[in-house]
């Protein structure tokens, strides 16, 4: 068991709003920015100021993120909270599109979270092993005939979640030129607003044509179910399909190629988790921990509440750094060391309270199948460039790589 995370004295304090801390340190592309832990350890909750101009918070330490997470006072929606990077809108963003639960308070989100949890669970995810497994092999021996060299990305940590989540749906995997392209656009944040919304409603377009088509023949998936079985409104089933699809074809994708960097550059973790098979479900979580690919949440407060000695006013934003509360050492002893022998319990990766993501027991899947597969099929497997030379996903809301060269030798 890890120690309860003791509490910090409450008399360091920063006196001016910090921005942000963004830029990594230059050949750490697993740690977060440097200033993050700055901050966290002179003061878990401190004022921050918004590219806006509105002044609200940054909270950086463990026990201070998963206390808001799980804190009805603090609200998820859209509407209400200021963005926490530069280039974003002036002022409070839009509401969420209907069937955006990241975006919902209760009860909205309880109603739609309870019709979907049941189609999540980790029953369910497991019975989804063999198809994962087998995926996985096709991938595998798609690399090794090619081989040896292939971009790690698109020859396998893009195709085998895009797979699962579109066989899960409901979705022809055949129409990926139709919705990836719009999924990451909706995902950089290097895109103008109004690209992001163009890309958005063509994701809901694609969307909306699959929901009528299910509606007059439900199939045996998550879309037919939902079509034949719940009371979700068209527009509603058009925005739960379009966000559990973009949702299903970036984070575990980027898992993979990140993870693999990661151990590609730490061979006495790469050899532990190729030889031990009973590793992978904790190697997975310390992997979560330790890479922490989703950044930030932003919640903003529907009422004073005092926290860590400060006094947060109704309406103020509070940015949450997942990657800084992943590296707290009051939770996580040597948080700076990846350790795929540590119980990384209560690790933030998949988010906390009601908002804790709904698809992570098929991302656990997905992981503790591919990971050791893919090592166990080329022991030999390395990168194909420096490792400062990989392109990294700074551009983008889930961390990663865009592209993973790697090599291995001829068996």
Not at 217 to 244: H, T, Y
Request: glycine share 8%.
């Amino acid at each position: 068991m890890q120690n309860e995370p003791s509490h910090r004295p409450l008399t360091a304090r920063i006196s001016e709003p910090v921005t942000l801390p963004t830029q990594r340190a230059a050949g750490c592309p697993f740690d977060p920015p440097a200033g993050l832990a700055e901050l966290r350890e002179e003061s878990p909750l401190a004022r921050m100021a918004y590219p806006d101009g509105h002044v609200g918070w940054l909270a950086t330490g463990w026990s201070t993120v998963r206390a808001i997470m799980g804190d009805s006072r603090f609200s998820s929606r859209y509407e209400l909270m200021h963005y926490p990077f530069p280039g974003g809108p002036e002022g409070p963003l839009p509401p969420a599109p209907v069937g955006d639960m990241t975006g919902m308070d209760a009860p909205e989100h309880t109603r739609l979270r309870r019709i979907l949890t049941g189609k999540f669970t980790v029953r369910r995810m497991r019975l989804l092993s063999d198809r994962v497994a087998e995926i996985t092999d096709e991938h595998l021996d798609a690399m090794e005939r090619g081989g040896p060299g292939a971009d790690l990305v698109e020859a396998f940590a893009r195709p085998l979640p895009a797979l699962m989540i579109c066989e899960l749906l409901g979705v022809p995997y055949a129409d990926r030129d139709r919705f990836q392209g719009h999924a990451d656009t909706i995902m950089s944040m290097d895109v103008s607003p109004e690209d992001r919304y163009a890309a958005y409603v063509g994701l809901q377009e694609y969307m909306a044509e699959l929901v009528a088509a299910q509606r007059a023949a439900p199939g045996d998936d998550l879309l037919g179910d939902l079509a034949r079985d719940s009371d979700l409104s068209d527009e509603e089933l058009v925005g739960v399909g379009g966000f559990l699809l973009a949702a299903g074809l970036d984070t575990t994708a980027n898992m993979i190629a990140h993870g693999t960097f990661a151990l590609l550059t730490d061979p006495a973790q790469a050899d532990a988790l190729r030889t031990d098979p009973d590793l992978a479900p904790q190697a997975v979580e310390e992997l979560m921990r330790y890479l922490t690919i989703a950044h930030t949440s932003v919640k903003s407060a529907l009422e004073d509440v005092e926290l860590e000695g400060r006094l947060i006013k109704a309406g103020e934003s509070v940015t949450l750094s997942f990657e800084a509360a992943n590296r707290d050492a009051e939770r996580f002893p040597d948080p700076d060391v990846l350790d795929l022998h540590r119980k990384a319990t209560g690790h933030l990766g998949f988010g906390h309270g009601i908002h804790q993501c709904l698809g992570q027991q098929l991302a656990r899947v997905e992981l503790t199948v591919a990971l050791p597969a893919l090592l166990r099929r080329f022991p030999t497997l390395r990168l194909d460039v420096p490792a400062d030379e990989v392109p990294l996903r700074t551009d983008m809301s889930m961390y990663g790589v865009h592209r993973l060269p790697v090599t291995w030798d001829e068996s």
